[in-house]
């Protein structure tokens, strides 16, 4: 049995509790910072979750308190405001997991025993159950993005499950396959320039695609294993970081194309308009993200905020 320790004042604590409970896991509750690192030293745990806003210090000393002295021991954030409000903070501290409230009982369950356990962290089939069909791409080639989408987009279709915005699906698949082809395999610069590019015989972008009855799934891997939860939460702070920018400018009238980039875009969009989605990552084996669309609702224009992270060191 895992132990969970959830630090939060509101009410909000108890449906986490019931959460866990329901699902053999043992749960200690406290309301401050303070009383959290007491537990800490009093007894052993698998998990913290902790509210952003605790009496005194916040989550973020805790996590730095955790890091420094218990640094086997994941940590989920939840809040129910946008985490883009404080992302510098995230940044900053290199915290990979953030939940917006209100949180579904399966993403904080799966995410919670895969930061864990580090157990059947890659695959679709980890993350849906009942699998009906499975579908797979290999993408070697830049010019081969655009059809490996549409074929993506037709098949679901054919499936007869609802794409509530094709263009949101179209854009983040887009995104992704493009950064799995070209930053993934040293092709940065080709990227900025729309160079088309090839890769080596031994190396591709490995696409999966599945469905159950009322959702669908999709994959996107690469071998190389390069990103990092730090190249992540990089490319998505400079993001917002330029989306204020654009904000001030639209005020202001100042031109700051000199300080507009491209990268990071394709990130934001999976952590922002994706129904359900990860970020897996194993050094210097295996990256693969996984986009998860339930009750066959698909994208949403509706932006979430929420962080998903898992990074298996080992």
Same mark, same amino acid.
């Given at each position: ?40 030293? *009093?007894? @052993?745990?698998? #998990? ?11 989550? =973020? ?25 404080? =992302? ?40 849906? @159950? ?17 059809? *490996? ?59 999966? =695609? ?47 194309? @000199? ?31 996984? #986009?998860? =669309? ?21």
């Amino acid at each position: 049995m895992y132990n969970i320790l959830i630090a939060d004042i509101s009410e909000y604590r108890n449906t986490l509790k019931d959460f866990f409970d329901k699902n053999s896991y043992n749960v200690i509750l406290c309301d401050s910072a303070f009383s959290a690192i007491s537990k800490l030293k *009093a007894y @052993d745990f698998d #998990l913290v979750v902790s509210e952003v806003q605790l009496p005194g210090d916040n989550a =973020f000393e805790l996590y730095e308190y955790i890091n420094k002295n218990y640094p086997f021991i994941p940590m989920i954030m939840i809040t129910d405001k946008n985490i883009d409000l404080f =992302f510098h903070r995230i940044f900053e501290q290199g915290i990979g997991n953030v939940l917006q409230k209100s949180i579904d009982s399966d993403e904080i369950l799966s995410l919670s025993q895969k930061l864990i356990t580090k157990k059947n962290i890659f695959g679709l089939n980890n993350y849906l @159950d009942n699998i009906i069909e499975t579908r797979r791409l290999k993408i070697r080639k830049s010019i081969q993005i655009n059809r *490996a989408v549409s074929l993506i987009i037709d098949q679901v279709q054919d499936w007869n499950l609802k794409i509530s915005s094709l263009m949101t699906l179209r854009l983040i698949l887009n995104e992704i396959i493009i950064n799995g082809v070209y930053h993934s395999h040293g092709f940065t610069n080709e990227k900025l320039k729309r160079i088309p590019v090839e890769l080596p015989d031994d190396k591709f972008v490995d696409i999966h =695609f599945c469905r159950t009855d009322d959702a669908f799934a999709i994959s996107i891997v690469d071998s190389n294993g390069i990103l990092t939860k730090m190249k992540i939460l990089e490319s998505i702070n400079n993001v917002i970081k330029q989306n204020l920018l654009i904000e001030e400018s639209i005020t202001t009238g100042e031109d700051i194309s @000199d300080f507009i980039e491209e990268s990071g875009r394709g990130l934001d969009l999976v952590r922002k308009l994706s129904a359900d989605y990860y970020f897996i990552i194993k050094k210097n084996y295996r990256t693969e993200i996984i #986009l998860i =669309f339930k009750n066959s609702d698909g994208p949403s224009d509706v932006e979430k905020t929420s962080l998903k992270i898992i990074e298996d060191l080992g």
